[in-house]
């Protein structure tokens, strides 16, 4: 099969614990891994679009903390009873340069859920700032975002790491999964039962996904870490940062 890329990084959603993406990203880049092509769902989506269009990790990091983008988690709550990402359209319609995939520095895929037609659609084409909206909508919490006739929702309800866009189109891919698997003790409160009852379904397909990408990284200290829990992201960070160091030494790619 012929090959279009060399690298193609895949990144998963996970709610605030897309943090840590921005921490394997550095990492690879301090090793001179810089990835062709990014495949990303949900928060793995917002990571990677603000990548691929040309912002470094730390500069990702500094203005979701220094903007105080926090806001995005700052729910308004409309008559439908659902909430609202007020605070994340606000942030990509301000701060991301390219309003389409095409005018990114790198080519990106992001997965959602297609509401009307219950299917799994992969986007790469046409205007961007609805699609990452719309594949960050996590079920039952949030609004269904519509584009058009149709209405969205978080990609990870089918697809939580979305190798599938790249298989076949890359020399190597790694897959960055932030979700790891635990044993939740406190489930109370709608937030929450919603919260854990989305995350037991997305981690049925992502064992499966891991196994087609070639370096995985999956940092098993975010355990406990919720995909809410914005005010920890420093530590989110270096967890992806010093995971990914490890994983490269294990494969031999460091360069020192």
Same mark, same amino acid.
């Given at each position: 099969?012929?090959?279009?890329?060399?690298?193609?990084?895949?990144?998963?959603?996970?709610?605030?614990?897309?943090?840590?993406?921005?921490?394997?990203?550095?990492?690879? $880049?301090?090793?001179?891994?810089? &990835?062709?092509?990014?495949?990303?769902?949900?928060?793995? +989506? /917002?990571?990677?679009? !603000?990548?691929?269009?040309?912002?470094?990790?730390?500069?990702?990091?500094?203005?979701?903390?220094?903007?105080?983008?926090?806001?995005?988690?700052?729910?308004?709550?409309?008559?439908?009873?659902?909430?609202?990402?007020?605070?994340?359209?606000?942030?990509?319609?301000?701060?991301?340069?390219?309003?389409?995939?095409?005018?990114?520095?790198?080519?990106?895929?992001?997965?959602?859920?297609?509401?009307?037609?219950?299917?799994? $659609?992969?986007?790469?084409?046409? &205007?961007?700032?609805?699609?990452?909206?719309?594949?960050? +909508? /996590?079920?039952?919490? !949030?609004?269904?975002?519509?584009?058009?006739?149709?209405?969205?929702?978080?990609?990870?309800?089918?697809?939580?790491?979305?190798?599938?866009?790249?298989?076949?189109?890359?020399?190597?891919?790694?897959?960055?999964?932030?979700?790891?698997?635990?044993?939740?003790?406190?489930?109370?409160?709608?937030?929450?039962?919603?919260?854990?009852?989305?995350?037991?379904?997305?981690?049925?397909?992502?064992?499966?996904?891991?196994?087609?990408?070639?370096?995985?990284?999956? &940092?098993?200290?975010?355990?406990?870490?919720?995909?809410?829990?914005?005010?920890?992201?420093?530590?989110?960070?270096?967890?992806?940062?010093?995971?990914?160091?490890?994983?490269?030494?294990?494969?031999?790619?460091?360069?020192?």
């Amino acid at each position: 099969m012929k090959h279009n890329y060399n690298t193609g990084l895949v990144l998963s959603g996970g709610g605030a614990r897309g943090f840590a993406h921005l921490g394997v990203i550095q990492a690879l $880049e301090e090793e001179g891994i810089s &990835p062709d092509i990014v495949s990303g769902v949900s928060a793995g +989506s /917002i990571v990677g679009a !603000f990548y691929a269009d040309g912002y470094s990790p730390e500069e990702i990091l500094a203005m979701f903390i220094e903007k105080k983008i926090f806001s995005l988690i700052k729910f308004t709550v409309p008559r439908s009873g659902f909430l609202k990402l007020t605070g994340l359209r606000d942030l990509i319609r301000t701060y991301l340069r390219a309003k389409t995939f095409e005018k990114l520095k790198k080519p990106l895929w992001i997965t959602v859920t297609n509401l009307n037609k219950g299917r799994v $659609e992969y986007i790469h084409q046409g &205007p961007l700032p609805d699609v990452i909206i719309a594949s960050s +909508s /996590i079920p039952v919490l !949030f609004e269904p975002h519509r584009i058009g006739k149709y209405r969205y929702l978080d990609g990870g309800i089918f697809d939580v790491l979305p190798v599938t866009p790249i298989l076949g189109h890359c020399d190597k891919i790694i897959g960055v999964n932030i979700n790891p698997h635990y044993e939740e003790e406190n489930i109370s409160g709608l937030i929450k039962v919603a919260e854990w009852s989305f995350y037991l379904r997305i981690l049925a397909s992502v064992n499966q996904n891991m196994q087609k990408c070639d370096i995985r990284i999956d &940092p098993q200290k975010l355990k406990g870490f919720g995909i809410f829990d914005m005010s920890k992201a420093r530590e989110m960070y270096r967890i992806g940062y010093d995971e990914t160091k490890n994983i490269l030494k294990k494969e031999n790619l460091l360069t020192a």
